[in-house]
């Protein structure tokens, strides 16, 4: 492992750091920065030589022209919930981590044209809860949504659980703000919802996972608060049960159906085993259930009215098993927290290989099949951790050792399992990387996945805005 360097070269660039953003921002002690080092999983720590916190834009700006002269890698940090190592910097100790947390105001809500202007570090329940108190909804949603901040939803293009109905974070964002490479600031805080004005820059900074530039603003989309919601579990016989009843909702619910989640029924036996206080809602198992979650412009009725009818006309096709609604938001949020807990359960229960992938949502029943199949043979007993927002092709594909086996024993099988799963993804034309992005984990397998002409123009991209290499260097490419 390398020592990070002390040298004098380091010592002036700490000094200018320092006198950028006062010595309380600038962190060179090993025990300060120990927190901004963990990966959140808890399974990999890297090295810095700093820590910096700026304030505002204009010192992220200095910060990143000060370390461009240095020519010092930079690590853009935002709540550090990622789950693919892309907020955390590499064992060598060259690089700052410059974490956008200081950048939290709410800059402006402009109700009549439904948006708002928010900084970088902005931590996404504050910004929905703010919208809400505005008398709107900003729909980006996912577990980590108290942790994660939207710089990171943007550069990750978070995904989560009403992207069938609102897009994911590329879709709710029309302009942004982003410090680049050479430290300047690029004011992009358009808030049009039409501007074919050249080439869409905001574009390839969202999704870049802070490798093009550092985003420090962003105007965002926001919607009518629905007047009510309602969620219903729905039991089901199999994976292609699954994409019938979504058919069937869709058509006759439209854009009222906001989110679509299935889950298989070992996932809820490892919620049960691992969170017995959970209740699960039916007396007996069946082997998948989809939870639906569905919003009405109008009233409760109306949006019960709509579900009622959906999944009766789906029991009575044979599609449902059965099925509960909740009856309140208590019941709500307790059938949410069994779709929630599940990589909780997981975690509790050991180590898995994850996948988090995307296909047509048209083939996933096929590829369930077909991908658990290849793995039981070539793993027999092995079990599969499948559930994920079925409604927009995307897929938490995990798979756990058989019974009784061991599950760090099981990791070494990491290698095998992945060409196995990815290699069917590919054949289904679909995407080893649905919503957590690339970051360092998945680099490899981007550049054995995506074509050399898609690899070179990516490459092409990074050299023009990046040419110096110091944004978030082994991330991505
Ligand atoms: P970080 O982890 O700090 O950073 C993520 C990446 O963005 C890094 O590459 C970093 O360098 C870069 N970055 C951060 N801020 C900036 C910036 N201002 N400018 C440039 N680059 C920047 N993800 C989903 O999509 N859907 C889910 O449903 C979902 N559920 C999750 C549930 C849990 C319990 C957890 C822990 C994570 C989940 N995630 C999910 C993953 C994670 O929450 C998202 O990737 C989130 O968008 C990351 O935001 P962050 O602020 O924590 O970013």
Not at 121 to 147: K, N, R, T, V
Not at 279 to 294: I, K, S
Not at 349 to 358: E, F, L, T
Request: charged share 15%; proline share 5%; glycine share 10%.
């Amino acid at each position: 492992m390398t020592e990070p360097l002390h040298d004098e070269l380091h010592d002036e660039l700490h000094d200018a750091l320092r006198a950028i953003v006062g010595p309380s921002h600038l962190l060179l002690d090993p025990a300060a920065m120990a927190p901004y080092l963990a990966d959140w999983r808890g399974r990999y720590t890297g090295r810095a030589h700093a820590v910096v916190l700026p304030a505002n834009a204009a010192e992220v700006a200095r910060v990143v022209a000060a370390c461009a002269a240095a020519r010092v890698p930079i690590v853009p940090q935002g709540g550090r919930t990622g789950l693919v190592l892309g907020s955390v910097p590499d064992t060598s100790g060259l690089a700052i981590v410059l974490t956008l947390r200081r950048l939290d105001r709410i800059r402006h809500i402009d109700a009549a044209n439904r948006t708002m202007t928010v900084e970088a570090g902005c931590i996404l329940a504050d910004i929905e809860q703010a919208a809400a108190q505005a008398g709107m909804l900003f729909p980006l949603s996912l577990a980590a949504e108290g942790s994660c901040t939207i710089g990171g939803n943007l550069s990750t293009n978070a995904g989560g659980t009403a992207v069938l109905r609102y897009g994911n974070a590329r879709e709710l964002c029309l302009g942004l703000e982003v410090v680049t490479a050479q430290g300047q600031v690029w004011d992009g805080l358009r808030a049009l919802r039409k501007d074919n004005t050249g080439y869409a820059l905001r574009e390839l900074f969202i999704g870049a996972e802070g490798t093009l530039g550092v985003i420090t603003a962003a105007v965002l989309k926001l919607y009518p608060q629905p007047k009510a919601s309602l969620t219903a579990l729905v039991a089901l016989a199999s994976p292609q049960a699954a994409l019938d009843l979504l058919g069937l909702v869709q058509e006759r619910c439209g854009a009222a159906l906001t989110g679509f989640e299935l889950m298989s029924d070992y996932c809820l036996r490892l919620v049960a085993a691992q969170f017995p206080a959970l209740p699960t809602p039916f007396a007996v198992h069946h082997p998948q259930y989809a939870l639906l979650e569905l919003s009405s412009p109008e009233s409760q009725d109306h949006a019960c009215g709509l579900i009622e009818s959906a999944i009766g006309a789906a029991l009575e096709a044979g599609i449902a098993l059965d099925a509960v609604l909740a009856s309140s938001n208590s019941q709500s949020l307790g059938l949410w927290k069994l779709r929630e807990h599940i990589p909780l359960a997981q975690a509790a229960a050991g180590k898995n290989i994850k996948h988090d992938i995307s296909l047509p949502v048209s083939r996933i029943p096929a590829f369930i099949d077909q991908t658990g199949a290849a793995l039981q043979a070539a793993f027999p007993g092995c079990q599969l951790v499948c559930f994920g927002h079925l409604g927009d092709g995307n897929l938490h594909f995990n798979v756990a050792p058989p019974p009784g086996a061991g599950h760090e024993a099981f990791l070494i099988h990491q290698q095998a399992v992945n060409r196995i799963v990815h290699d069917n993804v590919a054949a289904f034309h679909g995407s080893i990387s649905a919503e957590h992005g690339v970051g360092a984990l998945k680099r490899d397998e981007l550049v054995r996945y995506k074509s050399a002409v898609e690899l070179d123009m990516m490459r092409a991209i990074k050299a023009a805005l990046d040419p110096l290499g110091i944004m978030n260097p082994g991330k991505i490419l």
